[in-house]
């Protein structure tokens, strides 16, 4: 099944809420332009990082510009404020999608969608969100539960849940959602400490509710923007470009997930074939980790860009 987005003239990326903030950066460009400490002329005007993830998006064709909020971050609160303090208008947002159902991607969904001021907005979602129950095993095989994501939350949140397995064009074809990801790489095998319990069993969590979104701008092609990325962004790229049928990638941005011990060996391949793609930009965020961002960063200085709190990046044709 295809789905061949339109061809957007621009799109900005605001991150209401990662894992990294520094407030005087002062590497403004075209592209990147960060938060501002100041508020009422004075420095005062600081912004909350967590290990989480949320973005603004918005998407320019022609005159009209159109927007999507993508993920919640981790805390009640943590999204919420930042939106405050960056002064950022949610009401316009006209639908809302979800990259899977881990805390540090929900967990701000009801303050943002109260912000957002309407009712039954629609949340697009793959219908493994609601998995459960969730864990992850620390140490000598201690288990973490992951709080679990519900229906009845989702609808006490106050948004309307479309649940799909697969592709789905949102915003009349400016962003594609990509639902569930092939994995296909020999070495994108997900984290095995991450389980989930099946019928009084527990089974490594393949988290298959993992997924994307994509734009496509005009002659310069893909912009992917995942969460995590626990299908590997690798075959979230290559799925991203057999969906849309546009192989020329723009940007890579997201949580790669490449942090900790199980991710290790992952980090090489991965960086490998992320010179191979060739995207003009590299835009690792949230569960990266620092070793990938760092190995990113030194092999493709030129497409590198790190990503913060507050930093609200543009891509245009």
Same mark, same amino acid.
């Given at each position: 099944?295809?789905?061949?987005?339109?061809?957007?003239?621009?799109?900005?990326?605001?991150?209401?809420?990662? !894992?990294y903030i520094d407030l005087v950066m002062r590497d403004n460009s075209d592209i990147v332009?960060?938060?501002?400490?100041?508020?009422?002329g004075e420095i005062? !005007?600081?912004l909350l990082a967590e290990h989480g993830f949320s973005s603004l998006v918005t998407v320019s064709r022609g005159n009209q510009s159109r927007k999507i909020l993508f993920d919640f971050g981790f805390s009640a609160m943590g999204a919420a404020f930042n939106a405050d303090a960056l002064g950022v208008d949610l009401s316009d947002?006209?639908?809302? =999608? $979800?990259?899977?159902?881990? $805390?540090?991607?929900?967990?701000? $969904?009801?303050?943002?969608?109260?912000? =957002?001021?309407?009712?039954?907005?629609?949340?697009i979602v793959h219908p493994d969100v609601f998995r459960g129950p969730r864990y992850s095993i620390v140490g000598e095989g201690r288990k973490v539960k992951f709080p679990e994501f519900t229906r009845q939350k989702a609808s006490e949140a106050g948004v309307s849940v479309i649940e799909t397995q697969g592709?789905?064009?949102? $915003?009349?074809?400016d962003i594609v959602?990509?639902?569930?990801?092939?994995?296909?790489?020999d070495f994108e095998k997900g984290a095995p400490n991450l389980i989930y319990m099946k019928d009084g069993k527990e089974i490594v969590d393949d988290i298959p509710d993992d997924t994307s979104i994509v734009a496509n701008v005009r002659g310069r092609g893909l912009v992917i923007l995942s969460g995590c990325a626990h299908s590997g962004i690798i075959n979230t790229?290559?799925? =991203?470009?057999?969906?849309?049928?546009?192989?020329?990638?723009f940007v890579i941005m997201g949580g790669f997930h490449l942090t900790g011990p199980h991710m290790a060996p992952v980090i090489g391949p991965t960086v490998r074939c992320i010179e191979e793609i060739q995207p003009t930009y590299v835009v690792p965020t949230h569960c990266t980790g620092r070793n990938a961002v760092m190995q990113i960063e030194r092999q493709m200085p030129e497409s590198f860009?790190? !990503?913060?709190?507050?930093?609200?990046?543009?891509?245009?044709a």
């Open positions: 099944m295809k789905i061949i987005p339109n061809e957007i003239e621009k799109i900005e990326i605001l991150t209401l809420q990662d !894992n332009e960060r938060a501002m400490p100041v508020k009422e005062k !005007n600081s947002v006209e639908v809302t =999608a $979800l990259s899977h159902g881990h $805390l540090d991607h929900v967990g701000g $969904l009801s303050e943002l969608i109260r912000r =957002a001021g309407r009712k039954e907005i629609e949340l592709p789905r064009p949102l $915003l009349d074809g959602f990509l639902g569930g990801i092939p994995r296909r790489t790229v290559n799925y =991203a470009r057999e969906i849309t049928g546009v192989t020329k990638v860009i790190l !990503n913060m709190v507050g930093t609200r990046l543009t891509f245009s």
